[in-house]
Antibody, heavy 117, light 107 residues
């Protein structure tokens, strides 16, 4: 079954770290660029980061640059998002998504990150 | 960075109506424009890619048009399951960006 499954979300205090994972199955993970997209409660979609299929190139949104790092392990078919120095405004559902010719054709169900003291 | 602006933000409509949702880019993005549908508590679902191509499995009452800076998502003969929030997204340049969303509500 073609799917993406995120994990690692939870409640964390401001300033702390969290690592999200996204496990891919049912397709050749190593051939696709992958993204993280987030959605704050009651808000719209915000793109977070992208990584090339081989992991050699990555790009992060200005809002997370220097604090978040996207990575992948193609041997494990897994995408990661390391989130450091978390802020209240990082509270959101985080989705991983596969890109097909520019659009997100496959999404995970999301994992909720709540940053609160 | 490219800004995407959708209108309207909220759209009351009735079952059977035909509705249009527009998306404007801050610069030309050719046809690198995609549409998604999102229901509460669910991940976004792709509807239209590259301005006018229907994603597999999406009903033909959905259609997309436009190029350059102005795009439209049209839904013909609204069905109860179509009441949701719709987002446009550009992939012309990184960072990719989304519109702020249009909530299609029952009138």
């Amino acid at each position: 079954q073609v799917q993406l499954v995120e994990s690692g979300g939870g409640v964390v205090q401001p300033g702390r770290s969290l690592r999200l994972s996204c496990a891919a199955s049912g397709f050749t993970f190593s051939t696709y660029p992958m993204h993280w997209v987030r959605q704050a409660p009651g808000k719209g979609l915000e793109w977070v980061a992208v990584i090339s299929n081989d992991g050699g190139n990555e790009y992060h949104a200005d809002s997370v640059k220097g604090r978040f790092t996207i990575s992948r392990d193609n041997s494990k078919d897994t995408l990661y998002l390391q989130m450091n120095s978390l802020r209240a405004e990082d509270t959101a559902v985080y989705y991983c998504a596969r890109v097909m010719t520019g659009y997100f054709d496959l999404w995970g169900r999301g994992t909720l990150v709540t940053v609160s003291s | 960075d490219i800004q995407m602006t959708q209108s309207p933000s909220s759209l009351p409509a009735s079952v059977g109506d035909r509705v249009n949702i527009t998306c404007r880019a801050s610069q030309s993005i050719s046809d690198y424009l995609h549409w998604y549908q999102q229901k509460p508590g669910k991940a976004p679902k792709p509807l239209i890619y590259s301005a006018f191509n229907l994603q597999s499995g999406v009903p033909s009452r959905f259609s997309g048009s436009g190029s350059g800076t102005d795009f439209t998502l049209t839904i013909n003969s609204l069905q109860p399951e179509d009441f949701a929030t719709y987002y446009c997204q550009q992939s012309y340049s990184t960072p990719v960006s989304f519109g702020q969303g249009t909530k299609l509500e029952i009138k």
